[in-house]
């Protein structure tokens, strides 16, 4: 074990936490207490927007066609969360009816990478309300201009009320994002040691993000210190850093990488 860890730039890593050392940033963060179970999207990220991650891959239709937004389906009461069906209902009237191509997921898909979708704080003046209004804040990424989306959606009146675009602004990813982050490193040159720390562990070949558990925080370059090469357009681009576990087995240390999700580029920190 001694000898795996100084040999290779992954180092495999026993037990259920690491010591978080390096930058400043780091000092903050600790590893998620069952990374198997983690969705990346961990604390409710606030935009400067007024007001206030569904689960699945689902981008509803695509850019540029306009369709109806859902029945009503279930609804909730009050302050209660959101239902399923208020949450896929809130996702269909918040997506952007853009042109195709005019916005991109994290892959390079049409239309632009959802990240949550969250019940909205009520109006002062509706706080005193028996049945207030039932509004969702929904929040997106769209690769295409590198620009963080939030839409204010009244689930009563089926409208949008308020649209929030900001650029710079970078929100804790979602799972979608940690898991095509795992794959660019694992294509990459820099995942070698990665892919030879995964053999080691299980005797197989590491070819997907599939057999590893990922959760993803953002990193924001130079912000955070010294950012070198083209590192330093993180911040501007989504850039992200990993805790990677292999599923039911060692965590794997990934911490030193980065992968612009932007570019599509790996490179390591120091």
Not at 43 to 52: D, F, N
Not at 152 to 175: A, F, I, M, R, Y
Not at 212 to 228: D, H, K, N
Request: charged share 25%; hydrophobic share 35%; aromatic share 4%.
């Amino acid at each position: 074990m001694h000898h795996l860890m100084h040999r290779h730039l992954g180092k495999v890593v026993a037990g259920a936490a690491i010591a978080l050392t390096g930058t400043a940033a780091m000092a903050a963060i600790t590893l998620p207490s069952d990374a198997g179970a983690a969705d990346g999207t961990a604390g409710q990220y606030r935009p400067r927007a007024a007001g206030a991650p569904a689960p699945g891959r689902d981008q509803g239709p695509p850019p540029g066609l306009v369709e109806g937004a859902r029945p009503q389906g279930q609804r909730g009461q009050g302050r209660d969360p959101l239902t399923d069906d208020e949450v896929r209902r809130a996702q269909d009237l918040a997506l952007p009816r853009t042109p195709r191509g005019a916005a991109a997921d994290v892959t390079g898909r049409p239309g632009p990478e959802r990240l949550t979708t969250d019940l909205a704080e009520l109006a002062p003046s509706e706080a005193g309300l028996a049945d207030p209004p039932r509004r969702a804040l929904v929040s997106f990424y769209d690769y295409k201009s590198d620009s963080y989306l939030t839409r204010t959606v009244n689930l009563t009146t089926s409208k949008v009320e308020s649209t929030d675009t900001q650029h710079g602004v970078q929100p804790p990813p979602s799972h979608a994002e940690a898991v095509e982050a795992a794959r660019l490193l694992i294509a990459a040159p820099p995942g070698a040691g990665l892919r030879q720390d995964y053999r080691d562990a299980t005797g197989r070949d590491l070819t997907g993000p599939d057999p590893l558990s990922v959760t993803g925080f953002v990193y924001r370059g130079r912000a955070e210190g010294e950012a070198p090469g083209a590192l330093g357009d993180c911040g501007e681009h989504r850039c992200i850093r990993l805790f990677t576990k292999v599923k039911n087995g060692r965590w794997i240390d990934t911490r030193r990488f980065v992968i612009d999700l932007s570019a599509r580029t790996v490179a390591r920190l120091g």
